[in-house]
Structures are given as structure tokens and as C-alpha cells.
């Protein structure tokens, strides 16, 4: 016999399987102590088997012993024979029990074995198979009483029937109230997967929502940029054309020296002009592939984002007189979506502009650094802004929330932010203050399967 999950009759269930397994369990601990205690008693009356009734005692013990053991071993040939087996080893012990109360008359304790044939039934069996149980018993006592005329008294009989019903009527609620949570659960695990594709399908909806109402609300702003971008350029071209203009209302047509003077003059301009109108075809590629970003990963380093980043505010934070400092402490280069760590770089030094202009911050200053730390790349962008409140700095990276006006802020820049550095990189933006002002840190693993991090104490200080 193999002995390898001896009370699970040898097999192994899935952790789904709980209760049959438990069922398992309990049938054959049951057999065993049965049996075991059948071994202890036939020895105990093995010296006494001159007494007729003993004798009899002692066979039937023999073989409710041995027909259990035929039960136990016919149970481990397959997990279908659990029912037919359970309702053998039942039949069997309410004989032996039955013929324990007519053989050893006057032993009045022997009728509360009863108990522990009815109470596992219900959880052998459920409800009906415990009911049909209890009914039996009380049948078979209440038949052995009638018949046979025994020592016991009818209040004890009618005391040990009322025990039982109490017993059957607890076990037989409980089982009902069971039965039911493990329906309610078993129904909430069918539609379970389908709840949860439900959700991951609207999460997604929402999110694209997002992103194009990002880009939609950005669209604005990176307009007025361009423009401004595209003024230095535009007016240093209508200042050329004018000088050449002007140039050639000079020109003296017989002087040849003057003549060569006026050609270099337009071949300077004219090539001064064709900077200033690659200048423009820059930035339009730039903001090109700002709104159309790339879909698959690049290997570059992330100060190459950042760098883009700022060719494109690089006019608007020389008017606002805006300080920049940046070290680039690492030329490694990593797996990521470019154009998106441009953008994140973009939303947060536009919120820094914004908190300057808000607070009429002196000499504001913005300091970026990029460095490797361990198994990330990092890029801490800080200000001089005064920080975020603390009643706002725990909910900043939330959808739709805001610390500016309605008219002025969105609430989904750093949102997005947080997806593009989180879902798309498996990286993490956090934020904290510090000397003054807020700093943020952009983490990006060195490779796509890193994704533990561990985050910084507020208090922590970082030399830029």
C-alpha cells in the first residue's frame, strides 16, 4: 500500500479542490479511528470469548474491521468511488453500532456513538445525506428499543433522540449557509475573468481617452511655443530681406567694385536666411514627432530627451529669465521611447514656469541631472519654486487633479506622465520637496524586466 498522502487515499488535488479534498480527509480519519478502536476493543475481549455474547461481540468487530479495511483500499483505486465507499463504511457503522447496543446491554453510553455517525455526515454528504443519516438512526434506535427488551429507559431514549435532532438541526443550518457562500463564491469566480477583462477594456478606454485629451489640451500650449520659436527666426529673416533691399537701392550698376560688394552681401544674407529657415523646418520636426511618437523603442541615452526638451523651451525660458543647469553625468544608453520621456521633461518644466510666473519667484533657477544609480537611469529635474503643498503633493500624479485653475491647468499632465514613465518603461516618477523647491525623479531601468524600486526618503538630499 503506498502511504504517500495516506488520508487523501494517494491522490493529489488542486488547490481548487479544497473540499473534496477535506472530504477525503475526514472519511478516511474517521475509518481509521473506527478501526482502530474495533483492534483495541477485539483485544480487550479476546480472553472472554467463552460468554456467547462476547463470542458474537467479537466476531462482529472482526468484520466491520476487515469490511472497512476492503472500503479503505477499494477508495484509493479511484476518486469516483468516494460516494459508493461512504455509504458502505455508514451502513457498516450503523450495524456495529446497532449491534454494540443489543449485544452489550446495559451499557447506556453506547447509544451516544450515534453522534459520531451523524455529525461528519453532513459534511461527508451535504444536507440530504446527513437528514437521511439521522433519520436512520433514530429509526434503528427507536426499532432496537421496541424490539428488543433492553435496560434502557424511555427517557434516556427520548433524551438521546432530542440530542440528535439539536445536533442535525445546528450542522444541517450551518451546511445550508455553507452551501450557499460557496455558491455565491463559486458564481463570483465563473464571471470573475470576465469582470476583469471588462475592466482592463475600459481602463484602456479611458486611458487613450486620456492621452488624446492630453495631447488635445497640450496642442494649445505647444502652438503658442512654436510661435514664439518661430519669431526670433521669422524676424531675423524680414530683417535680411529689408537689408538686401536696402542694398541693392545703393547698388551702383557702372561701379564694378560696388556691384561685387552688393553680390557678397546677398550671398551672406541669402545664407544667413537659409539657417533661419532650417531653423524652422528643425522645430517642426521636432514638435512632428512630438505628436506622433515613435512605437517602437529607441537606445539612447535619456539626456538625449531631455536635451530635445529643451531646444524646444529653450527661447521661452531665456524671456521669463529662467536659470537652467543641467549635468549629465552618464552616456549610457537605454531602451526607451524618446519622444515620451521629451514629453514627461516638457510637462514638468512647464509646471515649474507656470509656479514661477505664480509666485513671482526671484532669480527661478531649474537645475536637471542625469546620472545611473545602480539599475536605473535617472533624471532629477528641481526649482527654487517654494515646493508643492503637502496637502497636494500625495495626490498631484491623480487624473484630473489640479493645483492651477480651471482655466490653466487640466489635471492630466503629470497623470500621463506617470503612465508613459510607469507603464510604458516600468520605471517610477515620484516627487519630494527639497531646499526650497519641488524636485522630481524619473527612474528608467537599464532593462525592461527591472521593475522594483525603492523610494526616496523626503528628507534625502541630492547635490545637482
Request: negative net charge.
Amino acid at each position: 500500500m503506498d502511504f504517500k498522502n495516506f488520508f487523501q487515499s494517494g491522490f493529489v488535488f488542486e488547490a481548487d479542490e479544497k473540499e473534496i479534498k477535506s472530504k477525503f480527509i475526514l472519511l478516511n480519519s474517521i475509518m481509521v479511528i473506527g478501526m482502530t478502536l474495533g483492534v483495541a476493543m477485539f483485544i480487550v475481549h479476546w480472553w472472554n470469548l467463552i460468554s456467547f455474547s462476547n463470542k458474537t461481540y467479537a466476531i462482529t468487530l472482526v468484520i466491520y474491521n476487515s469490511l472497512s479495511t476492503l472500503v479503505l483500499l477499494y477508495m484509493r483505486r479511484s476518486r469516483d468511488n468516494f460516494i459508493l465507499c461512504r455509504n458502505i463504511f455508514y451502513g457498516l457503522s450503523i450495524a456495529i453500532i446497532s449491534s454494540d447496543v443489543i449485544l452489550l446491554d446495559g451499557e447506556q453510553a453506547r447509544i451516544a456513538w450515534y453522534t459520531v455517525i451523524i455529525i461528519p455526515a453532513f459534511f461527508l454528504g451535504g444536507q440530504r445525506f446527513g437528514v437521511i443519516v439521522l433519520s436512520w438512526s433514530i429509526f434503528l434506535i427507536l426499532l432496537i428499543y421496541n424490539t428488543f427488551n433492553l435496560s434502557y429507559m424511555g427517557s434516556e431514549v427520548l433524551y438521546i433522540i432530542f440530542f440528535y435532532l439539536t445536533i442535525g438541526v445546528l450542522i444541517s443550518f450551518y451546511e445550508k449557509n455553507r452551501s450557499a457562500l460557496y455558491e455565491e463564491i463559486a458564481n463570483l469566480n465563473e464571471n470573475l475573468e470576465d469582470r476583469v477583462a471588462h475592466l482592463v477594456a475600459e481602463e484602456k478606454a479611458n486611458n487613450v481617452l486620456l492621452l488624446k485629451q492630453a495631447r488635445q489640451a497640450q496642442m494649445g500650449e505647444m502652438i503658442g511655443v512654436i510661435a514664439h520659436q518661430w519669431k526670433q527666426p521669422l524676424g531675423a529673416i524680414s530683417a535680411a530681406t529689408s537689408s538686401i533691399t536696402f542694398s541693392l537701392s545703393f547698388l551702383d550698376k557702372e561701379d564694378r567694385k560696388s556691384i561685387d560688394e552688393c553680390e557678397e552681401f546677398i550671398a551672406e544674407r541669402s545664407e544667413a536666411i537659409m539657417l533661419y529657415v532650417q531653423s524652422l523646418t528643425d522645430t517642426m520636426d521636432d514638435f512632428r514627432n512630438f505628436f506622433s511618437p515613435n512605437k517602437v523603442k529607441d537606445k539612447n541615452c535619456s539626456s538625449g530627451a531631455v536635451d530635445k526638451a529643451l531646444t524646444i523651451l529653450e527661447n521661452s525660458l531665456k524671456v521669463k529669465n529662467i536659470r537652467l543647469e543641467k549635468v549629465y553625468e552618464t552616456e549610457r544608453k537605454i531602451e526607451l521611447f524618446s519622444n515620451e520621456i521629451m514629453q514627461v521633461v516638457l510637462n514638468i518644466i512647464k509646471n515649474a514656469q507656470d509656479n514661477f510666473l505664480d509666485k513671482e519667484i526671484n532669480d527661478p533657477r531649474i537645475s536637471i541631472k542625469v546620472y545611473d544609480d545602480k539599475q536605473y537611469q535617472k533624471i532629477l529635474i528641481s526649482d527654487n519654486g517654494g515646493g508643492i503643498p503637502d496637502e497636494h503633493i500625495e495626490s498631484i500624479f491623480k487624473s484630473y487633479y489640479t493645483t492651477k485653475s480651471e482655466s490653466e491647468g487640466t489635471g492630466i499632465g503629470l497623470y500621463m506622465s506617470t503612465m508613459i514613465v510607469e507603464d510604458h518603461h516600468q520605471g517610477l516618477l515620484s516627487v519630494h520637496n527639497i531646499n526650497g523647491g519641488a524636485c522630481f525623479i524619473i527612474e528608467l531601468p537599464f532593462y525592461a524586466s527591472l521593475a522594483t524600486h525603492t523610494p526616496y526618503e523626503s528628507n534625502m538630499s541630492i547635490n545637482i
